[in-house]
């Protein structure tokens, strides 16, 4: 009888200690301490949080956006232990998704103290994540990916231009830049939800990933002079000139062999805006 409960009691041992150790790998999570390192704690998040929605990377695996029981927002991939901590958010939601090049970008809306609108953009590859924190905490960005899906344009209103963020090459680029013909900076919203515009699409060209824009088209042509008054020295001229003048065709010559086209593209200065450079694996 002693035998048979000293075995029960091994047994029931062994099954809590699975269990245990069950919590601890689904539970466990590290995240930054803000020097270079990483802290080693419970993801109450992952134990008694909500997952609030998910995503699907390009590789197939999924990441989640959680909250935890007091109130912190973070994302974990499912195959990662570490999590991306969005520290100051009061409010998270995934507003978009897209595959640029290798990676995957994810672009999470937060609200903090302060500022009603503050955006984190992702791009995920594997395991490895660059993070940056953008926004100017009164409008919503319009969204746009190059018809090459090689680039993703960030556009926010900025007075009299836009303020456009290029993500291309595992890099996010800052420009100031002219509004296109049919974009106004003052419509309220700038955006919709899905962080598409609201008025007409904003103009770039195809597979675009410089952030070039098409220029307005050129002002209209001034209204003709005055006619001279009669007697004046300009109404001298000989009549047969005038009338020479009236009935010779117009005549368009053809553009110079190799010349560049009349409307090129605007091509403006862009500035790299660094990331953090975040690794699941470690």
Not at 60 to 71: A, H, I, M
Not at 109 to 133: I, K, P
Not at 179 to 190: E, N, Y
Request: positive net charge; contains cysteine.
């Amino acid at each position: 009888m002693t035998t048979y409960k000293n075995f029960a009691s091994a047994h029931w041992r062994k099954l809590a200690m699975g269990v245990a150790a069950g919590v601890l790998l689904t539970g466990c999570a590290m995240t930054p301490n803000g020097r270079g390192g990483v802290m080693m704690g419970l993801d109450t998040a992952e134990l008694f949080g909500t997952p609030l929605s998910t995503f699907r990377l390009r590789d197939g695996t999924e990441g989640t956006l959680r909250k935890d029981p007091q109130g912190k927002y973070s994302i974990k991939l499912s195959q990662a232990f570490r999590v991306v901590p969005l520290a100051n958010a009061v409010t998270a939601r995934v507003a978009r998704v897209e595959n640029v090049g290798e990676r995957t970008v994810v672009i999470v809306e937060t609200q903090e103290r302060g500022c009603a609108y503050r955006y984190e953009v992702l791009a995920f590859q594997g395991t490895d994540v660059l993070q940056w924190t953008v926004g100017n905490c009164k409008d919503r960005p319009r969204v746009e990916l190059a018809a090459d899906a090689k680039s993703l344009n960030i556009d926010f209103p900025n007075y009299n231009r836009l303020l456009r963020m290029i993500y291309t090459d595992n890099r996010l680029l800052n420009a100031s830049v002219a509004v296109p013909p049919g974009v106004d900076t003052r419509a309220q919203p700038f955006a919709d939800d899905g962080l598409r515009g609201t008025g007409p699409a904003i103009a770039t060209l195809p597979g675009s990933d410089s952030g070039r824009v098409i220029p307005a088209p050129p002002a209209p042509a001034s209204a003709p002079a005055a006619a001279p008054k009669a007697g004046s020295r300009a109404s001298a001229k000989p009549r047969r000139q005038e009338t020479q003048a009236k009935a010779a065709p117009a005549i368009s010559l053809p553009a110079p062999r190799g010349a560049a086209p009349a409307a090129a593209p605007m091509i403006f200065q862009a500035e790299e805006i660094k990331p953090v450079v975040i690794d699941l694996r470690k």
